[in-house]
């Protein structure tokens, strides 16, 4: 496929795929980008387990009626959480499967979903720096920019 003849669908097929995945007879496109604003909004209901919230959620990462498919098909609340934090690791690019995002959900630790999101503590950045050998050099006093207070003379 040549880029100037390919049309948008063909692009992100060929890009991203068109994986799906079929959930208690449901069939989900799996994620492949985070919608705009999702980030945001799931920031703001992280604490949230109503329906109406994890229903937004789902909406927006898998589509307007699969919380209402999935809910029909008999799924609950902690199925439809590890659904959604699936779904949420495959648009980050995680390809994780649904045990790996049931364990992060019921140990309260999404870091097993979203590994490379965690932030480094400080002994894991200071242990980078350390493979060359040591601290850094001080910066030369002469290239602080700050006047003399003294003549040399």
Known sequence: MTARSSSW????????????????GVELRVPNDIPFGFEERLSDLTNSRTRED???L???????????QLADAGIGQIGMMTILTWGMAQAAGNDIGFGEAYEAITSGDLGKAFPQAQPQNRAARRKQSAT?????????????GSARTRSRA
């Open 132 to 144: 060359t050998g040591g601290r850094s050099k001080p910066t030369s006093r002469a290239s602080t």
């Open 9 to 24: 669908d063909d692009f992100k097929t060929e890009v991203f795929g068109n994986r799906t995945e079929v959930v208690e």
């Open 54 to 56: 994890v229903e937004e």
């Open 58 to 68: 789902v909406a927006a990462l898998f589509g307007p009626d699969t919380f209402d």
